[in-house]
């Protein structure tokens, strides 16, 4: 996915002269051709996040769109201020394209996992929030990343997840994708998640039970519309997210449902208010945490029996 | 010491009418600057006051963003807007807050966190480059704002690019919120730590209004290095009582006796 997203870098930098790329401190070889082809708009800086968001603030503030690329964790947290005063408060065009949203680096230790990065960027005015779930939608969004108004925040999975929006047409940002109809409950999910909950959601219909699925590419502005229409229709909503379930995707789908004062059984899966620990791998990981496609089936089935 | 010309004191004053008018406002940081940038203003700046956003302008970026009512006053006086304006400063509904934004003609960056102008004001530069603009990039940041590291990232990246159109000065009043640089955070040798960066370095009395104009006569100091000029400065310049006094770096209740003293003061120097 991360490599459909740098791959777009260079072909948005061939249609329009405004993109420039800004690295930190990647991995050797990372966008090889676009830096032999446009090398006055390939930048590699170092790791040094905080200037690199300021350069990437001076430039857009004269006329080009920076795309920005490093580390989920370390283009939140490390310099939350300079998104926030930098990009946010000038509103300007700079897209970061975020490795390793969730728990992709599991084996690194939780000094690499960006598990609270959807609440604290959401949060910021002005931000916009997208999270593909396939490599096939991060190469549909970034098509469309060039001509959006404001900051925009990218989250990109592992890579390789399964393509579940081979289907859709194109990318329309700030709507819903319903991947799935279903009356006995509607899972939604955004991100490399909305793979591991279509599976969920066969594993349901197995068991008998008709699950839809609402995959929220777009987490902030959020498809309210979409997310009251799939309260309407079935008695459970499920959210689905690998990130805290502090300020994420479920915490803002029950502000949706809170505003428009829908009383809805809202079960949100996701992480604990905890650092995780053990290592081993994403998916290691989300097992600990019961987001593996059978334990959020075994979920969704338990909060249904309380319903009944 | 330097003595202050009547300009300089007209500008002084200026800042006085806006901490009356306003109630509040940053003080010492404000009065240290006030040469750096009416040089600039008036001699050094390629801008229109009617086409704040003429493409080929020069940008300058107050870094230091506290010290606005120093810009404030200039901006003013250039016509960017009302001098009127001065007075309603920090008000509700006022054009001018306590730190500069960028719906304020000429401002060219949203300061008041400290450490973000110079990076902002790298890619500016760089966009001037690529653009093949004349613009230069003036910043001006405070000396306690040089306890943030991404300055320290910036230097890097501007003397990677050999940003010859990018000018970095510092408002070395050797005073921050709590007392002496010195004491809270030791800077050290300023000048041996810029040129350690890459920066052609030039030192100057932020105060001598003809030794200001020297410096950037002399711009770019070196063609392939961005210039770092370190303005030696006093907080709270011009105002006897308020000079290297920790306590005048910001009042929140500027009360009218307050701006009777300094008028006071201002006259007698």
């Known amino acids: 996915m991360r490599q459909q997203a740098l791959d777009m870098v260079h072909e948005l930098a061939r249609r329009d002269s405004r993109v420039v790329f800004i690295g930190s401190d990647l991995g050797p070889g990372v966008l090889d051709g676009m830096r032999r082809e446009f090398p006055d708009r390939f930048f590699m800086e170092g790791v040094s996040e905080a200037n690199i968001i300021g350069m990437a603030a001076g430039l857009a503030m004269d006329g080009y769109i920076p795309y920005v690329n490093t580390i989920a964790t370390f283009l939140t947290r490390r310099c939350y201020e300079q998104l926030a005063i930098d990009l946010c408060l000038h509103n300007l065009p700079v897209r970061l394209i975020s490795n390793g949203g969730g728990m992709v680096y599991a084996p690194l230790g939780p000094t690499h996992l960006a598990t609270e990065d959807l609440a604290i960027v959401r949060a910021l005015p002005n931000m916009s929030v997208v999270a593909p779930a396939d490599e096939t939608e991060m190469i549909r969004m970034m098509g469309v990343s060039l001509d959006l108004r404001g900051p925009l925040y990218i989250r990109v999975g592992k890579g390789n997840e399964p393509v579940v929006t081979g289907h859709v047409p194109d990318f329309a940002f700030g709507k819903a994708v319903p991947l799935r109809s279903g009356r006995d409950v509607v899972l939604i999910s955004t991100g490399a998640q909305t793979g591991q909950t279509l599976k969920a959601a066969d594993l349901l219909a197995e068991a008998g039970l008709s699950a839809g699925l609402l995959h929220l590419p777009t987490v902030k502005p959020l498809d309210r519309d979409a997310i009251l229409a799939a309260a309407v229709a079935t008695p459970l909503l499920v959210s689905v997210e690998e990130h805290t379930l502090i300020g994420g995707l479920g915490s803002a789908v029950a502000d949706v449902l809170a505003d428009a004062g829908v009383l809805k059984p809202l079960l949100r899966l996701g992480l604990p208010d905890a650092y995780p620990t053990g290592y081993g791998s994403q998916e290691y990981l989300l097992g600990q945490a019961g987001l593996l496609p059978g334990q959020i089936a075994a979920r969704v089935q338990e909060r249904l029996a309380t319903l009944s | ?269």
């Open chain 2, 1 to 269: 010491m330097t003595v202050l010309d009547e300009r300089s004191r007209y500008l002084r004053g200026l800042i006085i009418d806006a901490l009356e008018g306003g109630g509040r406002g940053h003080v010492g940081s404000a009065l240290s600057l006030v040469e750096i940038v009416r040089v600039l203003y008036d001699d050094v700046l390629r801008v229109r006051p009617d086409q704040p956003d003429w493409t080929d302008r020069d940008r300058f970026i107050l870094s230091k963003g506290h010290g606005c009512l120093g810009l404030y006053v200039l901006l003013a006086d250039k016509g960017f807007f009302p001098k009127e304006e001065l007075l309603r400063q920090c008000k509700a509904g006022a054009l001018l807050g306590g730190h500069p934004e960028t719906h304020i003609p000429g401002v060219e960056a949203s300061t008041g966190a400290l450490g973000h102008g110079l990076n902002i004001g790298i890619g500016m530069a760089l966009a001037a480059r690529m653009q093949k603009r004349p613009s230069r990039v003036f910043v001006v940041l405070g000396d306690g704002e040089l306890n943030e590291g991404s300055v320290w990232e910036g230097l890097m990246c501007a003397a990677k690019h050999k940003l010859s159109n990018l000018v970095v000065m510092v408002d070395s009043n050797k005073m921050q919120s709590y007392g002496r640089v010195e004491e809270v955070m030791d800077l050290g040798p300023l000048p041996v730590k810029f040129a350690a960066f890459g920066c052609a370095v030039r030192e100057v009395d932020g105060h001598d209004v003809q030794a200001l104009r020297e410096v950037f006569a002399g711009l770019p100091a070196d063609g392939d290095k961005p210039t770092a000029i370190i303005c030696h400065t006093v907080k709270g310049k011009g105002i006897s009582f308020c000079e290297n006094d920790a306590t005048w770096h910001h009042k929140a209740s500027f009360k009218a006796e307050l701006a009777g003293k300094m008028r006071a003061a201002l006259e007698t120097i």
